[in-house]
């Protein structure tokens, strides 16, 4: 962690668009980018490997320690091998948002987090960048949408992937996770106050990224 370099956070619900207005501006800048999701799935991933009781705090958080997680080349990593697309899954999201409620799991990856803080600079993407993870960062954006326009999003996603979903169905998980991420104790999905709140329901990609740019230039 090198506290000079600067932090853009942008939090906000799945789908919101964060991700891609993440990647758009870390590259623009020519700045590392943090995907705080893929993080907290990689470990999802390795507690459902174990087979781990979900609801067990304290043997979720002790493995986290010894797990070896990277993103390099494009890849996410675990234990040398790649899971990026093993983590998008459902079945893995689901798992995610139970593990990430539990206090003992954020703060064991609190500092791996934070290691991503370099020079020249930081875009953090997920829940908590703005309150938790970097709460001096030097600009916060929260992105939303409706659950309807997220759930659309993500079977989009999935059909160009020539995987099939119900709308319903992607409406109802984006829901639930939604409400476990919204009312756990700690570290809840919230906008930071210094936030700025941008509702990318009727926005494209290229309109998101003006609105955060002029932000911040
Ligand atoms: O962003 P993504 O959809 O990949 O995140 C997956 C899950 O990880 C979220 O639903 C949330 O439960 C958890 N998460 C979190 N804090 C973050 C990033 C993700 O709790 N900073």
């Known amino acids: 962690m090198n506290e000079q370099a600067p932090v853009i956070t942008i939090d906000g619900p799945a789908g919101a668009g964060k991700g891609t207005i993440a990647c758009m501006l870390a590259e623009k800048l020519g700045w590392r980018m943090l995907d705080s999701g893929a993080i907290y799935r990689v470990a999802a991933l390795a507690a459902l ?16 320690p010894s797990l070896h997680i990277e993103f390099r080349d494009g890849e996410a990593w675990l234990d040398g091998a790649v899971v990026t697309s093993e983590i998008r899954n459902e079945t893995c ?4 948002s139970k593990i990430a409620a539990f206090p003992a799991v954020r703060t064991v990856l609190l500092e791996l987090q934070r290691s991503f803080q370099q020079l020249p600079g930081l ?7 703005g309150t938790v993870v ?3 960062a030097n600009h916060k954006f929260f992105l939303t949408a409706s659950a309807e326009i997220r759930a659309e999003r993500r079977l989009k996603q ?4 020539g995987l099939s979903a119900k709308l319903c169905d992607l409406i109802q998980d984006i829901n639930a996770r939604d409400e476990r991420d919204a009312n756990r104790p700690v570290a809840p999905l919230k906008p930071a106050e210094d936030a700025v709140l941008i509702d990318t329901s009727y926005l494209d990609q290229n309109e998101v990224f003006a609105a955060v740019l002029h932000h911040i230039v």
């Open 134 to 136: 970097f709460p001096r």
């Open 93 to 96: 999201a689901s798992a995610t």
């Open 123 to 129: 875009v953090a993407d997920g829940r908590d960048m």
């Open 158 to 161: 999935l059909s160009e992937q």
């Open 49 to 64: 490997r174990r087979h781990l009781d979900l609801q067990d705090e304290d043997a979720l958080a002790a493995i986290i």
